[in-house]
T-cell receptor
Framework: DAGVIQSPRHEVTEMGQEVTLRCKPI?????LFWYRQTMMRGLELLIY????????DSGMPEDRFSAKMPNASFSTLKIQPSEPRDSAVYFC??????????????????FGDGTRLSIL | GQNIDQPTEMTATEGAIVQINCTYQ??????LFWYQQHAGEAPTFLSY????GLEEKGRFSSFLSRSKGYSYLLLKELQMKDSASYLC???????????FGAGTRLFVKA
């Protein structure tokens, strides 16, 4: 059973360039989340989708960031133009659960391995 | 406002017991999670509490007091592989917006 797949695993690019991060959620999961993790700010929720529709993007830092989910099996997070302060690990997560979780097998969000982004 | 506080670092000895505390203030509450994150890896789910009390799962237990805005993660029979960051996270009303604490880095020494 494949987990959440993110690409690329590592990205190094120069300031001002466009960066596109990709995510394939677990099949059948109808929620998808994008997080950013830094030493200073920890793990922050940027945006989440339900059934491909953006529900809450209040965590998106500024207009340079955009996220799309054109279908149930693919999402992108784009930064244009990129800046050094965008350097972080970006995680995608997906879930299929209701609150409160009732079953022993219930799991909250399943995280991908992350994309380590460095903007020079 | 929303705030989750947990100690930055802790050190414990192999075979011992360690308790990692978490206090929170959030707008609405729909459950508290603990995640483990090894360096360079993704967070992995450990436990979930929505009602007051203790949830036990093997060597790991998690406690919640909603009235006090307080939780702790208890790790027993510590092993070297337990050296990791432990993230406390709270889901607000509606359940899907999860706020994470900065994490507690646990060092297990021989």
């Amino acid at each position: 059973d494949a987990g959440v797949i993110q690409s690329p695993r590592h990205e190094v690019t120069e300031m001002g360039q466009e960066v596109t991060l990709r995510c394939k959620p677990i099949s059948g999961h109808d929620y998808l989340f994008w997080y950013r993790q830094t030493m200073m700010r920890g793990l922050e929720l940027l945006i989440y989708f339900n059934n491909n529709v953006p529900i809450d993007d209040s965590g998106m830092p500024e207009d340079r960031f955009s996220a799309k989910m054109p279908n149930a099996s693919f999402s992108t997070l784009k930064i244009q133009p990129s800046e050094p302060r965008d350097s972080a690990v970006y995680f995608c997560a997906s879930s299929l659960y209701t609150f409160p979780m009732t079953g022993d097998g219930d799991q909250p969000q399943h995280f991908g391995d992350g994309t380590r982004l460095s903007i020079l | 406002g929303q705030n989750i506080d947990q100690p930055t670092e802790m050190t414990a000895t192999e075979g011992a017991i360690v308790q990692i505390n978490c206090t929170y203030q959030t707008s609405g509450f729909n459950g508290l999670f603990w995640y483990q994150q090894h360096a360079g890896e993704a967070p992995t789910f450990l436990s979930y509490n929505v009602l007051d009390g203790l949830e036990e799962k093997g060597r790991f237990s998690s406690f919640l007091s909603r009235s006090k805005g307080y939780s702790y993660l208890l790790l027993k029979e510590l092993q070297m592989k337990d050296s990791a960051s432990y993230l406390c996270a709270v889901s607000n009303t509606g359940g899907f917006k999860t706020i994470f604490g900065a994490g507690t880095r646990l060092f297990v020494k021989a």
